[in-house]
């Protein structure tokens, strides 16, 4: 049921957040040149993908977790697309293909190795990676490993359908944040 809602959620906002996605695609392509950023992440079975976002960084930043750079690598632009989320919305491609779904466990880096470990200890890696979830409406983002496997585990343990919408609503609402800001 939650693949269905994915696949019509993400292509609504598709469709909906086309003239955003333009004109985002547009800033960020003047500021530096290259608008879409890809990196490896680790996802369903720990089967690794290509997550795609607005780049919000400098394009000679190392590929590290996010709480790791220094805000002198945020670009003008990133700083407003992160605390807006706007960044986030190229994901929804990888929601189309089925590497995400729109609630899950932020996906992380394989060089994140004490989240992976806690990660595997508790199952997480059993479902799809997601672009909100429990721990971003909570406001806990990868610096705290082991909060954001807790309230992973939380979710996953809990998930239905109606946690799900939930989840959503209040991403929507503003509940959720973006990757960290310095």
Not at 129 to 147: C, F
Request: with cysteine; net charge positive.
């Amino acid at each position: 049921m939650t693949r269905i809602l994915d696949i019509l959620l993400a292509l609504c906002g598709f469709i909906l957040l086309s003239p955003v996605f333009l004109v985002v695609w547009i800033i960020v392509h003047f500021e530096v040149k290259q608008a879409i950023f890809s990196q490896t992440r680790v996802g369903l079975n720990r089967k690794p993908f290509t997550l795609y976002k607005f780049r919000t960084m400098d394009i000679d930043t190392d590929s590290m977790a996010s709480h790791l750079i220094p805000s002198t690598k945020i670009t003008k632009s990133g700083k407003f697309l992160r605390r807006a989320k706007l960044d986030e919305l190229p994901q929804l491609w990888n929601i189309l293909v089925g590497d995400m779904s729109l609630v899950g466990p932020r996906p992380c880096l394989e060089t994140q190795t004490t989240l992976l470990k806690l990660r595997d200890s508790h199952n997480i890696f059993d479902v799809l990676p997601g672009l909100t979830g429990l721990a971003q409406i909570s406001k806990v983002d990868m610096s705290d490993p082991e909060l954001l496997t807790k309230l992973d585990f939380e979710m996953v343990k809990n998930f239905s359908t109606i946690t799900y919408l939930k989840y959503i609503v209040l991403t929507i609402f503003g509940r959720g944040i973006g990757d960290a800001v310095k």
